[in-house]
């Protein structure tokens, strides 16, 4: 049995952001996720002889909170700029807006390892299975049958996913039901292995809004590749539409779109998919964290709060780690 304060079930950003504002505090937490490392959607996975980042491909910071973080990061030198706009393809310059895309300098995951590093009680591939609250205590179960107890349980999982994992749970309707609004969009995802070159415009990416395949991106440019790998991302709309499709049929209509901008004589020698059912929130909850209002557990991740990707998730850890702070004082 493994004992804490609190329980945090899902290691990506904003799971991490909360055991670091609860451990500065001198709460103890346990962290649990299901994946082979932490990180969640920032996923980066070698593909032939290279790296490709596969879930969030680069971040903003709008808030002077993240800004702040980002300059930590930049000095710690994990983070770095790599450029101030994408080109819908349209022009073979990107014209910079002003507003740098920040990403992270070995991968998207290799930066969720750095917010990890200073974590204790972290526990990868654990999937949790069920959830009971009894006699003011939290049980959570993984599939391998340990067991997670804590006084109070933040959960970041994409929502759909936390409500099936609580479906034992007593929530009040009221918290049920602004759970339930929260909904995501699904986002298919092809790396691609390329012999030869890509003619993408500087710094290496095409972001295109109305396309099905909205994103286009060179990891090699992106500086976290040795070599050509390519990342090709489809929109919700479209993800949704193909959702079922069988995955080569998903893949070839991915690699046709990239093999568009190869240069002459190249080829793509490998190409993987992803799928994510959960990618990005299209229905959010207004508030940065979400707190029960019967029990001690928080809601947080790029749902909460209204902004979406990094810098919501983020912000929403950072939120669940205090509203739990001052529950557990009051
Ligand atoms: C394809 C794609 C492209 C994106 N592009 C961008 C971008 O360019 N810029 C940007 O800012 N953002 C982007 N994002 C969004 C960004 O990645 C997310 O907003 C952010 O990483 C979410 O962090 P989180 O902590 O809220 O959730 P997650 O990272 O999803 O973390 C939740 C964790 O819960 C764990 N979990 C779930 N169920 C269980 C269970 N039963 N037991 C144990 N653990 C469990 C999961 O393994 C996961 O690690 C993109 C996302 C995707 C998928």
């Excluded at 451990?23 to 962290?31: H, P, V, Y």
């Excluded at 980066?44 to 903003?60: E, K, N, S, V």
């Excluded at 807006?97 to 995951?109: E, I, K, W």
Aim: hydrophobic share 40%; net charge neutral; with cysteine.
């Amino acid at each position: 049995m493994n004992n804490a304060d609190i329980i945090i079930l899902g290691a990506g950003v904003a799971g991490l952001m909360a055991a670091r504002v609860l451990n500065e505090q001198g709460i103890s937490t346990i962290l649990v996720d299901k994946g082979r490392s932490v990180g969640g959607r920032m996923a980066t996975r070698r593909i032939g002889d290279g790296l490709a980042d596969h879930g969030a491909q680069f971040f903003t910071a709008r808030t002077k909170q993240f800004q702040a973080q980002v300059e930590d990061w930049m000095r710690a030198g994990v983070v770095r700029i790599w450029g101030y706009g994408w080109s819908d393809s349209s022009l073979k310059r990107t014209a910079p807006d002003g507003h740098p895309r920040y990403v992270a300098v070995n991968g998207m995951n290799a930066l969720t390892q750095h917010m990890a590093a200073t974590l204790p009680h972290i526990h990868v591939n654990c999937e949790i299975g069920t959830i009971s609250y009894a006699n003011d205590l939290w049980t959570l179960t993984a599939l391998d049958a340990r067991v997670y107890v804590g006084r109070a349980l933040i959960m970041t999982a994409p929502v759909p996913q936390s409500l099936h994992l609580l479906r034992a749970v007593s929530l009040t309707e009221k918290d049920r039901a602004a759970l339930e609004r929260i909904q995501y969009a699904p986002c298919l995802t092809g790396m691609f292995v390329i012999e030869g070159d890509i003619d993408l415009p500087e710094p290496g990416a095409i972001q295109d809004n109305s396309k099905p395949i909205y994103w286009i991106g060179d990891n090699r440019a992106k500086g976290i590749s040795q070599t050509l790998i390519v990342t090709a991302q489809a929109d919700g709309l479209h993800s949704r539409q193909r959702y079922d499709l069988s995955d080569e049929d998903n893949l070839a209509w991915l690699q046709t779109t990239v093999e568009a901008h190869l240069t002459p004589g190249s080829r793509v020698v490998e190409g993987q998919l992803k799928k994510w059912r959960y990618a990005a929130p299209i229905t959010t909850h207004p508030f940065d964290t979400m707190l029960a209002e019967e029990l001690p557990l928080a809601f947080a991740g790029d749902a909460f709060g209204g902004r979406g990707r990094v810098e919501g998730a983020y912000l929403s850890g950072l939120a669940a780690g205090r509203a739990l702070i001052e529950h557990l004082q009051a």
